[in-house]
Structures are given as structure tokens and as C-alpha cells.
């Protein structure tokens, strides 16, 4: 079926769109992967991203909550809880968030003082606060299109795993635990978004929504790595945020 300026797009062109804007936006074309992943981070560059990507880390099960404190179909939210026991895990074995602070610790940072939240940078927390106002606010549909970065994770997991084991003492498979688990849980996760948006944005005016969330998403998680390479690998660290030495174990 051809494509028209006003009729919806067909499902495989949509899919084929949304996967072109992960191609040419996800942040694993960011320099700071390469230099993460390649090796060339100081052990500090590593400890400002374990900080500052905390932000994010702690807010995806609030977004997720906040998403599903909106949806009226019990069918959906059966789905979407999931995501937030993945990461909050339980009272015992806990999830990613305590995965993410094993990473922190592996790096000789406190744990405690990262799971505080102080020293985030302020573009890291401008970001990642308009990533969970834009699930809160905007409709249902564009809530899921925005998580469909997940799309493109587990490539960059899978590069990230291989790169810190290559290159740096503090990798092991306890310290990278976090990243080997999202393996296996994203591709679930975003299989169901993925069709949940193919199947509902039935028309071109909310393809469009659709692809313009999964552009904004792709930005939220671009700028954090752009703040990051300003504050820690050329030495503008902004007011307030972490500076080395502080929050050691
Ligand atoms: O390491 C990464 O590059 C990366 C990216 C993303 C993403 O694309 O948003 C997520 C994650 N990791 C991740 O671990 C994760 O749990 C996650 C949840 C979500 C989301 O939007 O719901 N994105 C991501």
C-alpha cells in the first residue's frame, strides 16, 4: 500500500521510521560510549556516569508508576508492572537498583551517597525530569513511544558489557549485573510496546506523535551524555554537582 500524505502510514513502513530515528539518534552514537566502552574514561569519568546516570535509573519505575496510575485497562497495567518489579525487585533479592548500586560500589564509590542523589549534575536532573513529566502528561499512546528507546538497549548492553570486561579492573559479572539482566528483560519489554504502538497509532496524526516521543526520548538520554563530557571530561563541573574524591566507600 502506498504511503499518502494524510492515510496512516502502514505498520511495517511506521516500524521501519521509528527503528530509522534509533539508527541515526540513539545515544550509542554519543562519544562518551566510545570513550566508555573503548576504555579511555579515568576511573573518576566512570564514577560521574555511575552518579549521574542514578537519576535516571531511579526515576524509570517512577515514570512507570505514573504511567500506569493513567491507564484504565487492566490488561495494559498487567503488562507494564513488570517493568517497575524490574527494577524495584523484591524486599530480599532486590532488582536493578540495587544492581546498579553493586555497579556503584565495584567503581569504589558509597553506595549511600549515590542512591542519595546529591552531586547529580543539574542538565541530568532538567533531563530526566522531563522524561517523567512527558509520560505523566501526554497521551497514553506517545508514553509507550517514548520507551521504545529500549529498542535499541540491548545492542548498546551488549557493547557496553564486552567493552568494561576488555578494559577495566572494577568489570566482573557481579559489577556488571545490571546491564546482563536488561539482556533478557528489555527485549520483553519493548516486544510488547512496540506492537502496543503499531496496533493503536492508527492514524498519521499519531504516527507522527508517536515518532516525535521516541525523538524527544532520544534527546533526554543524548543530553545527559552531552553534560556529562562538559562537566567531567573537560573539566566544567557545574555548581553543586560531584566533585572527585567525594562519596568514596
Ligand atoms: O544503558 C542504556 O543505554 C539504557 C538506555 C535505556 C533507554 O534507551 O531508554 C534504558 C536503559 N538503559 C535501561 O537500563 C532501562 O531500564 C530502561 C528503561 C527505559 C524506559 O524508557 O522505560 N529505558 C531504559
Redesign the pocket.
Known sequence: MKDTDHGPQSRDAFEARLRAIGAERY?DRHPFHARLHGGHCTPDEVRAWVINRWMYQSR?PMKDAAFMSRVEDPDLRRAWRK?IEDHDGGATEGG?LRRWLALARAVGLDPDYVASGAGIMPATRFAVDAYVRFVRDMPLLDAVA??L??L??PK??AERIEGLLAHYDFADETSLAYFRK?LTEAPEDVAFGLNHVLTHADTREKQDAAAAALIF?TDV?WAQLDALWHGYVEGNIPPGAWQPGQGMA
Open positions: 545515544h524509570i517493568r536493578g517514548a520507551s528507546t529500549e535499541f538497549a548498546i548492553h536488561r526520548k538520554l
